[in-house]
């Protein structure tokens, strides 16, 4: 267990926890944060790629892995979380699913094993609060208020949900019947159900965000953190299946799932939906008010496994919970799976020894994205098992087999969706060490499939739940497609355009994977890729960090174009971050440190006496380690050497364009220019000491003092020295005098 700092986040939801986590995070030199879905993990990763760049952020699910070499980030889903991986900061997001039936065995696991080096945050709903204090007593229990009120407004009927409205329902069947009542009355409405995929999903949820419909009909996949514009959530039904039992949701469920009405500051409402009656007194009590049952035990599963034999692994899977505070997981996917599996003779011939039975467990992990019956999802696990034990590999064309067969996007709502699971399957086997040969094309290869289908899917849901040609909201329905799942409506239906769409639909997924390299910046800030012009770098919030203006093709779709934003947005930090590289300060501390950070606002230049603090206060060791960076410590200037390139002073010039207009630059290659009072205060940014009428290249003006130093005064001024300023006849006088020097009859000498 770690000294980390503990805190436990509790609270509502629209209170900003998740938010203050993530800023939280990037506030330490490393982190790694989980959230509860892969949809959300998406999401946050954006935002902070777009905040950061793309080089030190990793993001990391059961399907998807982007692990750049040097990231220092880590944004996972729960289950996918590196616990391996030793980060200054750790948060998992929606702590109470430790007590889900399911999956609460992982959360718990991470509550009670999982720390940062310095920080350590579990983010949740307050009814974690007694048994939070009870099993981390040393941690900071922190209330979190929430920003706005949910209101009650009993029940309605569909033609009087108010815009801006997400109706709730807990079966694909009801989803897809409200949604065609929605089309047939009030012009269409985007769905969300947990069997989409993510990237369906996406462009679902982008459809609605666009406001090219007013509607959003969705299971409890809504409740669990996505960002939506929603002002009022209808229940439909108030009972769902969870796998053993038709029940009714508990007040702390509906509450979790009306509470993404009313985001931020912006208050909201909750109601039911005709012939549903009104929710009773006390469950709109206790959702107004916050307040519910606590959580009393948490579902835990042993993390102490042996790996013996088949038999001893049930049976450490078995073991009682360790105190009362936990209850056994009652039934999960794998342990299921394990049981069948170890009671087929082809398995049990092979799992002999610790390492295959380690194997087994592996295997057993392979989720049932298809929703199938026990004994067809085991079957297909067994036949992967036995070909890893026999063969060390996968038999690529018994995989290609099955992947083929799922590679067809013809068909309606209820097939696509049957086979998106299936290849969804194949995606996370392609993602497991070792399983395959040439493991990165079975990846590409999976992701290309889910990703068609996806589309194709979301073009069903719009056909079929979309009325057509009626402006229904505000949004503009372009007549042209875009790209991916977030081709926009009449486009999706215009076959005449579809070698159009395909090209259009490979730029954008290009764009979007490219690596930096792809991309240019001009002169001007001008962002090219591949020829096109796609946007330009214009100034962030601090002169040293850009941010990038998009400009992209108007028949784009809302989806498309936010996903194109973000890649530019995490460029033009990358852009800026490559250029500050040497000034790295994520290891430095006290007086270091801050000269780093003046340096890195200075754009790698800082007059000696603006830094005279920091320098006093330096020791050896941390001037060294300047030293190392190539950082100089001038008489006049403190300088970064690396950023006296061609290439970083282009740079340079360009951020000191976009965040001062008119300003005087030095032209390309100049060691001097010309300046005035208002010029001269810019020129440190650009590189350039200041001298009277003249400003000089940093290591210039150093190289200059450095060859003036030994000379006997009076001295004739050396032809070198003329040349490393570059300064004309008429002002050279006045610069050495800004140099600390004067001139009399007899020669130079140093000003007394």
């Given at each position: ?337 394990l049981r069948a599996l170890s009671a087929q003779d082809p398995v ?394 004067r001139r009399d009859a007899s020669g130079w000498s140093p000003a007394?």
């Amino acid at each position: 267990m770690s000294d980390a700092e503990l805190t436990l986040a509790l609270g509502p939801t629209n209170t900003g926890k998740t938010h203050r986590a993530v800023e939280r995070m990037l506030e330490h030199d490393s982190g790694m944060i989980g959230l509860p879905l892969r949809l959300l993990a998406r999401e946050v990763y954006d935002r902070i790629t777009a905040q950061i760049g793309e080089a030190a952020v990793a993001l990391v699910t059961g399907e998807e892995k982007r692990t750049p070499p040097r990231a220092r980030y880590w944004v996972c889903t729960v289950e996918a979380m590196p616990t391996e991986r030793v980060v200054d900061f750790v948060a998992v997001d929606e702590i109470q699913l430790a007590a889900h039936r399911e999956r609460g065995h992982v959360f718990t696991d991470r509550l009670l094993r999982l720390r940062g080096r310095r920080e350590t945050w579990f983010l949740g709903a307050d009814t974690m609060a007694p048994i939070g204090r009870a099993l981390l007593p040393e941690a900071d229990l922190r209330r979190q208020m929430r920003f706005s009120q949910l209101r009650h407004t009993g029940r309605s009927g569909l033609g009087g949900l108010p815009p801006r409205t997400a109706v709730v329902a807990f079966s694909a069947d009801e989803v897809y019947a409200l949604a065609a009542r929605l089309k047939a009355r009030r012009g269409g409405a985007a769905v969300v159900l947990g069997a989409l995929s993510p990237r369906t999903r996406n462009a679902q949820v982008a459809l609605y965000q666009a406001r090219e419909v007013q509607y959003i009909v969705a299971t409890d996949a809504i409740g669990m953190g996505l960002n939506l514009d929603v002002d009022h959530v209808a229940f439909a039904s108030l009972r769902k299946f969870d796998g053993k039992d038709q029940r009714y949701l508990a007040a702390p469920e509906l509450a979790q799932i009306a509470g993404r009405a009313g985001r931020y500051k912006r208050d909201g409402s909750f109601g039911t939906l005709n012939p549903l009656p009104a929710l009773d007194e006390r469950v709109v009590r206790a959702i107004e008010e916050h307040r519910f049952p606590a959580v009393r035990r948490l579902v835990w599963r042993s993390a102490a496994l042996d790996f013996e034999s088949p038999e001893a692994l049930i049976g450490s899977l078995s073991a009682p919970p360790p105190s009362e505070a936990f209850e056994r997981v009652e039934r999960a996917d794998d342990f299921d799976a394990l049981r069948a599996l170890s009671a087929q003779d082809p398995v049990r011939e092979r799992a002999t020894s610790p390492d295959r039975v380690a194997l087994l467990w592996e295997v057993c992990q392979v989720p049932d994205f298809r929703k199938l019956l026990l004994a067809r999802h085991v079957s297909l696990l067994g036949e992967i098992y036995v070909q890893l034990v026999d063969h060390g590999r996968l038999d690529p064309e018994w995989v290609a087999t099955q992947v083929e067969r799922i590679d067809r996007v013809d068909g309606e709502v209820d097939g696509l969706t049957a086979r998106l699971s299936a290849i969804r399957v194949w995606t996370y086997v392609s993602h497991r060490a070792g399983w395959l040969e040439d493991a990165a094309r079975w990846q590409e290869r999976t992701r290309a499939i889910e990703d068609r289908l996806g589309d194709a899917l979301h073009q069903r849901l719009v056909e079929r739940f979309v009325e057509i040609g009626k402006k229904r909201s505000r949004a503009k329905i372009d007549p042209t497609p875009a790209s991916g799942p977030f081709a926009q409506l009449r486009g999706m239906l215009e076959d005449a355009r579809e070698d159009e769409d395909a090209a259009s639909r490979r730029w954008v997924d290009d764009a979007i994977e490219a690596p930096h390299e792809d991309f240019e910046v001009d002169a001007a800030g001008v962002i090219t890729f591949r020829g096109a012009r796609v946007g330009a770098l214009v100034r962030g919030r601090e002169r040293h960090a850009p941010e990038a203006r998009p400009e992209l093709p108007e028949d784009l779709g809302a989806g498309a174009r936010a996903r194109l934003e973000r890649r530019l947005h995490a460029f033009a930090k990358d852009w800026a971050a490559a250029l500050w590289a040497p000034l790295d300060d994520a290891d430095a501390e006290g007086a270091l440190r801050g000269l780093l950070y003046q340096l890195r606002i200075g754009l790698g230049t800082v007059l000696a006496d603006d830094a005279a603090p920091q320098l006093a206060a330096l020791d050896a060791t941390e001037r060294a380690a300047l030293a190392e960076r190539g950082v100089v410590l001038g008489r006049h200037s403190v300088y970064a050497r690396p950023l006296l390139t061609s290439e970083a002073l282009a740079r340079r010039a360009l951020l000191v364009a976009l965040a001062e207009r008119d300003a005087r630059l030095p032209k390309p290659g100049a060691v001097s220019y010309p300046v005035n009072e208002r010029s001269a205060a810019l020129a440190p940014a650009l590189g350039f000491v200041p001298l009277g009428p003249q400003a000089v290249r940093a290591d210039l003006v150093e190289r200059v003092l450095e060859a003036l130093g030994p000379l006997e005064p009076p001295f004739a001024l050396p032809a070198q020295v003329r040349s490393w300023l570059g300064v004309p006849q008429k002002r050279l006088d006045r610069v050495l005098r800004a140099l600390g020097y004067r001139r009399d009859a007899s020669g130079w000498s140093p000003a007394a």
